[in-house]
């Protein structure tokens, strides 16, 4: 690899972080108390989101696959989403009009944003496949994009209430959240560009091949039994990471008694996944893919089931959820590389390049996740009934909710293990296959 490649690749994620943990985090509240929108129109923006993405993140394989530019399959993306993701993007945080207008125009940026940066995130992912079919380096790069997705999760949560509140003082509380999502834009769009450039030479185009059509895109997912065991066990561990993330503020406030430690909480939870990550192409030279996967998600298990039994305070929970996540994010950190795996399946079982679609499946498991864990965080809520009024709160109650925070994701990370078993890939057959649909493409020529 170049060596602009090895020190700047993940700087993409850094970027996109810092846009989209200012919308899944803040976005509610910006509809709620800042443009103050009525509860109705907010249910609507936000209650259809989880749908719209997932059927975004489809489209926008399907898209990948259908279209070539003379420059190569993927790299000209990163320059022409960013610009359109820019505009629709900040208009999420804009109040236009009326209330009904003002939901529209947001819902308008919404619905366009999601759509478009769905396309360059998930050819971000695909370029890996084009820079080396070493097993090792695409652990590597698949890890650098983890890395950058945690660090932009970590500066978005300082970044936002320190911008909002100082532009607040300046322009006032709708146009300080705009002019906050319009910076972080340009971050991303600088951020990706830089992508572009230092993958030059990396996206070349087959000449005379055939865009695959609908029904070479079904094909690829029915015969690829690897990218249906893979999108369910990614799925279910990510149902457990983002139910320990969201209920952190329920945590603190009811078990630890201070909801003013859920900032501290998270960080620290954000910075374990980063270590892991840097750790993650070690661990794979040494073990391979698959049995570095399975280490990490049993020390992910341990530590984080280790907090069942641990004293109640920020040091203990945190210094365990810290280690915690440094053992996910040796699996999360491969999470690329595994569906670039099921592209390479694909391409080489059907002869047909679909890798567009089957790295859309990457976003696709984000996005079941995100829905499936609001129904099951309301749910356990509802069961322990949980009231946010209450400023004493019973000692079952905060049993209850340290079964939220903890037992339930331990559960999920458990159950995640059975469809990985059935991945059947591994790191020497998938270079093998890489090699001859090489061999094919050259004869082709």
């Not at 329920?250 to 008694?257: E, N, P, R």
């Not at 089957?358 to 965080?377: N, T």
């Amino acid at each position: 690899m170049k060596k602009s490649i090895k020190s700047l690749w993940g700087i993409s994620e850094v970027g996109f972080s810092l846009m989209s943990t200012m919308e899944t985090a803040f976005l509610v509240f910006f509809l709620t108390d800042v443009a103050l929108l009525p509860l109705s129109i907010t249910a609507i923006i936000t209650g259809f989101s989880a749908l719209v993405d997932a059927v975004a993140a489809v489209l926008a394989g399907i898209v990948i696959d259908k279209v070539t530019f003379k420059t190569g399959k993927y790299r000209q993306w990163l320059l022409i989403c960013p610009p359109i993701v820019t505009f629709f993007f900040v208009l999420c945080f804009t109040k236009i009009g009326g209330n009904v207008t003002a939901g529209l125009i947001i819902g308008l940026g919404y619905i366009v944003s999601h759509f478009v940066w769905n396309i360059c995130w998930t050819v971000n992912r695909n370029i890996i496949s084009t820079i080396s079919n070493d097993p090792n380096d695409k652990a590597f790069l698949s890890a650098r994009l983890a890395v950058g997705s945690s660090l932009g999760k970590i500066l978005a949560s300082f970044a936002v209430p320190a911008l909002s509140s100082a532009f607040i003082v300046a322009v006032g509380g709708v146009s300080a959240y705009t002019l906050t999502a319009l910076i972080f834009c340009l971050v991303f769009w600088a951020a990706y560009y830089i992508h572009y450039f230092i993958t030059k030479g990396h996206d070349t185009t087959q000449q005379g091949a055939k865009p695959a059509t609908l029904a070479d895109m079904a094909k690829s997912i029915v015969v690829n039994p690897p990218l249906i065991s893979f999108l369910l066990h990614d799925a279910l561990r990510l149902l457990a990471f983002y139910i320990t993330a969201a209920t952190a503020s329920y945590f603190c406030k009811v078990v630890i008694g201070n909801a003013a430690l859920s900032g501290t909480m998270l960080i620290m939870f954000y910075l374990g996944c980063v270590v892991g990550g840097l750790f993650t192409k070690t661990v794979v030279e040494k073990f391979g893919s698959k049995k570095a996967t399975f280490i990490g998600m049993i020390g992910w298990f341990v530590f984080h089931a280790i907090c069942l039994v641990l004293p109640n305070n920020l040091y203990a929970i945190g210094g365990a959820l810290f280690l915690a996540q440094a053992f996910f994010g040796i699996t999360y950190g491969q999470t690329a590389n595994y569906y670039g795996m099921c592209g390479a399946y694909s391409e080489w079982k059907t002869g047909q390049n679909t890798r567009g679609v089957i790295m859309a499946f990457c976003s696709l498991a984000i996005k079941l996740a995100i829905a499936l864990r609001g129904v099951i965080i309301t749910a356990a809520l509802a069961s322990i009934g949980y009231k946010a009024t209450l400023k004493v709160f019973p000692a079952a109650m905060a049993s209850g909710i340290k079964n939220v925070y903890v037992l339930i994701p331990c559960i999920f990370i458990l159950v995640s293990l059975i469809p990985l078993a059935f991945f059947k890939l591994d790191d020497k057959k998938v270079a093998e296959m890489e090699n001859e649909i090489a061999k094919r493409k050259a004869g082709a020529v």
